[in-house]
């Protein structure tokens, strides 16, 4: 038991560190799979995500779904995004002009997206088919 509890706590922070997105390598992978509808699990709020890049440049929509109608919500000031590569993850670069955020890309798959803002809040998005 000593043993294991000694080997427990050597490996764990090395894999807490370590972690990394497994379907993406590239910028243009995670541009790939961001491509398309998302929808916050478990939400209340009836809202779809819509990312759409192009030659390295992204755009953000936001949409209510009511009735199964989508209808697009009015921003003042639309964000481009980036794909920003770190040593060991990505970030996705939300720039409204004047202002610039920052969300980390904590897993990223065809159908799965979790996002971690500065704050380290976690949010659960999926895809809606096309």
């Known amino acids: 038991m000593k043993t294991f509890l000694v080997l427990f706590l ?40 819509q990312f759409h890049f192009k030659n390295g440049s992204g755009t953000f929509k936001l949409y209510s779904n009511t009735k199964n109608v989508l209808v697009e919500e009015e921003q003042e000031h639309p964000a481009i995004l980036t794909i920003l590569k770190k040593e060991n993850s990505f970030q996705i670069k939300y720039d409204f002009g004047l202002i610039s955020t920052y969300a980390g890309i904590e897993y990223l798959d065809s159908l799965k997206l979790i996002i971690t803002r500065r704050d380290g809040k976690e949010t659960e998005y999926h895809k809606i088919p096309d």
């Open 10 to 49: 050597t490996f764990s922070p090395i894999t807490i560190f370590g972690q990394q997105l497994r379907c993406c390598e590239t910028i243009e992978e995670v541009e790939s799979n961001l491509t398309g509808h998302w929808q916050k699990q478990d939400s209340d709020l009836n809202y779809i995500y």
